[in-house]
C-alpha cells in the first residue's frame, strides 16, 4: 500500500508565500507522474502544476509565474512553492503520484489534502 501525506497549509495573507509538501512512503518502486490540484468549496477539482519523472512542468494559466512545482525523487517527495498568493487561490490542496508498485500494477494515489487560506 502507498500513502501521500501533505503539509504546509496554512493561513496567509494577500501577497503572502507557502511551501506545500508532500511524501508518499510504501512498496513503491519508482513514482511517475506527480501533481498538485485543488478544489475551492463548490467547484470542480483542478491541476495547478504537474511534473514528470525527468522534472518538465506543467501549470495551470493563473499560477504561471507565481507557483514552483519541483520533487525529490531520492525521497519521493513533491512541493509547491507559492508566492504572490491571491485570495482565489484558497483551496484544499491535494497531492498526486502516478506509482509503479513493487508486486502489482501501477495507480493513481491521492494524499487527503491540506487546506490553503488567503484572506485579503
Known amino acids: 500500500q502507498v500513502q501521500l501525506v501533505e503539509s504546509g497549509g496554512g493561513l496567509v495573507q494577500a501577497g503572502g508565500s507557502l511551501r506545500l509538501s508532500c511524501a508518499a512512503s510504501g512498496s513503491i518502486a519508482s513514482i511517475g507522474s506527480m501533481a498538485w490540484y485543488r478544489q475551492a468549496p463548490g467547484k470542480q477539482r483542478e491541476l495547478v502544476a504537474r511534473i514528470s519523472s525527468s522534472g518538465s512542468t506543467d501549470y495551470l494559466g493563473s499560477v504561471l509565474g507565481r507557483f514552483t512545482i519541483s520533487r525529490d525523487n531520492a525521497k519521493n517527495m513533491v512541493y509547491l512553492r507559492m508566492n504572490s498568493l491571491k485570495p482565489e487561490d484558497t483551496a484544499a490542496y491535494y497531492c498526486?503520484?502516478?506509482?509503479?508498485?513493487?508486486?502489482?500494477?501501477?495507480?493513481?494515489?491521492w494524499g487527503q489534502g491540506t487546506q490553503v487560506t488567503v484572506s485579503s
Open positions: 498526486y503520484a502516478f506509482v509503479y508498485l513493487r508486486t502489482t500494477p501501477p495507480r493513481d494515489y
